[in-house]
């Protein structure tokens, strides 16, 4: 997939918030494999590894075809990291 990611200051002051940082989410949403996609409405949310391996939560607006504005991205924390690895890791041995 060839995706264009903005950015604007709410993104930046979002992820500050959440202590991540822009360079996890880059990482998430270029490099990062596996990945859960999950795309409802003009919602896109992408769950990932980020540089330091754990998971993240990247939520984007879509603007156009194929250009999404990264709206915030949060670690994923107790249940949600055992229900993501399940997903990650299905059909792996």
Do not use: F
Request: no cysteine; aromatic share 8%; net charge negative.
């Amino acid at each position: 997939m060839d995706e264009e990611y903005r950015w604007d200051d709410e993104s930046y002051k979002a992820l500050a918030a959440n202590k991540v940082t822009w360079q996890d989410v880059v990482y998430v949403l270029r490099y990062a494999h596996p990945k859960i996609r999950q795309h409802i409405g003009a919602i896109l949310r992408i769950i990932g590894r980020g540089r330091d391996a754990q998971l993240l939560a990247v939520t984007l607006i879509e603007e156009g075809d194929d250009q999404y504005l990264v709206v915030t991205a949060r670690h994923l924390t107790g249940a949600e990291i055992t229900s993501a690895e399940a997903l990650l890791n299905r059909g792996q041995p």
